[in-house]
């Protein structure tokens, strides 16, 4: 029998050479015992070495899948001491067979893949509970802040998780100390040993803090102990000042919920109730004239935009007009010019509008969002679609000018526009044509000009092109019906 001592201490290159030398000595799995000597016990086989066997005449070093190795190093952290020759026999079997690990119903994979999962979930369970103490300097002492945290976890997998925390607290000299090894980073070198350590004492100030944080967070009706304790198992708890509360919060829990239950509502805050009145549009009031609602809408400020666009662009035509025509937002000329469609989705839909027998100054045109949201590059400023809560403020606007232009058919020209209208975000080929809106007037919903203008394919933009003028003809001939009812 094959005996090869290791330390087991998660240290993956140990068990490789090992396992190397005794494939290429053709070394079959059921003659090897497979033994741990911790020199931090002084167990029976402390002091304990191995005599690997040569290498058969013509042997070559061994291959492996790629998987296999991400699986062994995973697996070679945890503490079950049978995990040396289970990992030894996959091996051996890997060389008569490459495509063993994707049999998920192999005893020896299930057993591998049931270890290697113990493990994230051990690495998973330390960056969730390691708390880093701050340790004073000395006086008089320079350098940067120094922090140790003590965990206790059940396999050895701080060097395995170290990089994590070296990512995370980059900025600070840190000791992560348990009975499974250390970790260690002073901003230039991370540093790991599998050799165990005292727990300290790290007891401080902050412990209250956490206590009062913990008890003024903890909800007694939403309280699953089943759920909380598999995401915070009780064996933490010795580390986590706060963790002295939860058995008196449990305990009270469904007394704490009588006694909410009992309380009379409280009225939300004000600064939330503004936010609330801010979202909804705001009915016209006798006497509202549209001039005046323009006026108002120069100085908006309900959303971010205002903050880059150069100006408010509010609508434009008659005070009363049986067609509006709403699109997306400004673009950059119109930002300018501060009029809506006059740059060249204006000019493209002046021409469809000419061809079509529509006059634009019997129309309203405006747009969902009265301001131009864009992304400078360089000395340009290219067009953004504005987001959902952009196009919810402004529906305040927008609902104002269909109160006061009072139209019976609106002209919804891109998904925009019809999400602004209808609060729908259906595809706009779905929604195209014809329809009728909740509060009795016509909808008719087409393709926005700018989207002509973006196709590429020659072919298929005549195709688009033509489709936008039958459209129009469409609103063209509803305008002639609308204007002989009245």
């Known amino acids: 029998m094959q005996e090869v001592v290791l330390r087991g201490r998660g240290d993956f290159a140990e068990w490789r050479d090992a396992a190397r030398a005794l494939l290429m000595g053709e070394v079959e799995p059921d003659k090897v015992s497979w033994l741990c000597a911790d020199r931090t016990d002084g167990g029976l086989f402390a002091s304990a070495s191995s005599v690997l066997p040569s290498p058969r005449p013509g042997a070559r070093p061994p291959t492996v899948p790629a998987p296999f190795f991400h699986l062994a190093e995973a697996v070679i952290c ?37 270890l290697a999962k113990s493990v994230r979930r051990d690495c998973h369970k330390m960056t969730a509970f390691v708390r880093f103490k701050e340790m004073p300097l000395a006086p008089g002492e320079a350098g940067r802040r120094r922090f140790v945290a003590w965990f206790e976890p059940d396999h050895f997998i701080v060097a395995r998780t170290a990089p994590f925390f070296q990512r995370r607290f980059t900025d600070m000299d840190w000791l992560i100390a ?35 944080y913990y008890a003024s967070i903890f909800n007694p009706a939403r309280l699953k102990v089943k759920m909380m304790t598999t995401e915070m198992p009780k064996k933490y708890w010795k580390n986590l000042a706060e963790a002295d509360l939860i058995p008196g919060l449990i305990a009270s829990a469904e007394a704490r919920v009588i006694e909410m239950a009992a309380q009379a509502p409280t009225m939300p805050p004000a600064f939330h109730h ?9 009915p016209v009031v006798a006497g ?199």
Request: glycine share 8%.
């Open 78 to 114: 945890h503490s079950d001491p049978r995990r040396f020759s289970l990992l030894y026999r996959l091996l051996w079997r890997l060389a008569g067979d490459r495509a063993l690990l994707g049999m998920r119903t192999d005893v020896d994979v299930v057993a591998a893949h049931r």
């Open 178 to 212: 348990s009975p499974k090894g250390s970790a260690s980073w002073d901003g230039a070198t991370l540093r790991a040993t599998d050799e165990g350590a005292e727990k300290p004492d790290l007891s401080d100030d902050t412990d209250d803090l956490w206590r009062t």
């Open 274 to 282: 503004r936010l609330r009145r801010a979202e909804e549009p705001a």
């Open 288 to 486: 509202e004239t549209l001039e005046a609602v323009r006026q108002e809408a120069s100085t908006c400020t309900l959303c971010p935009l205002h903050c880059k666009a150069t100006q408010t662009v509010f609508g434009e035509g008659p005070e009363r007009a049986s067609v509006m025509l709403v699109g997306e937002q400004p673009g950059d000329e119109e930002d300018v010019a501060r009029r809506p469609f006059v740059g060249p989705a204006g000019r493209l839909l002046n021409g469809v509008l000419e061809e079509t027998g529509i006059d634009r100054r019997a129309i309203y045109l405006t747009n969902a969002v009265k301001h131009f949201k864009y992304e400078p590059r360089g000395r340009r400023r290219i067009h953004q679609r504005p987001n959902a809560g952009e196009v919810q403020k402004c529906r305040w606007w927008l609902t104002k000018e269909i109160d006061l232009v009072q139209p019976r058919l609106i002209v919804a020209m891109g998904a925009t526009a019809v999400t602004a209208l209808t609060g729908e975000t259906s595809a706009l080929g779905d929604m195209r044509g014809e329809r009728m809106l909740e509060d009795g007037r016509r909808l008719f919903v087409t393709v926005h000009p700018s989207y002509l203008l973006r196709l590429p394919d020659e072919d298929r933009r005549a195709q688009e092109m033509e489709r936008f003028r039958r459209d129009f003809r469409a609103i063209s001939e509803r305008m002639a019906v609308l204007s002989a009812a009245g």
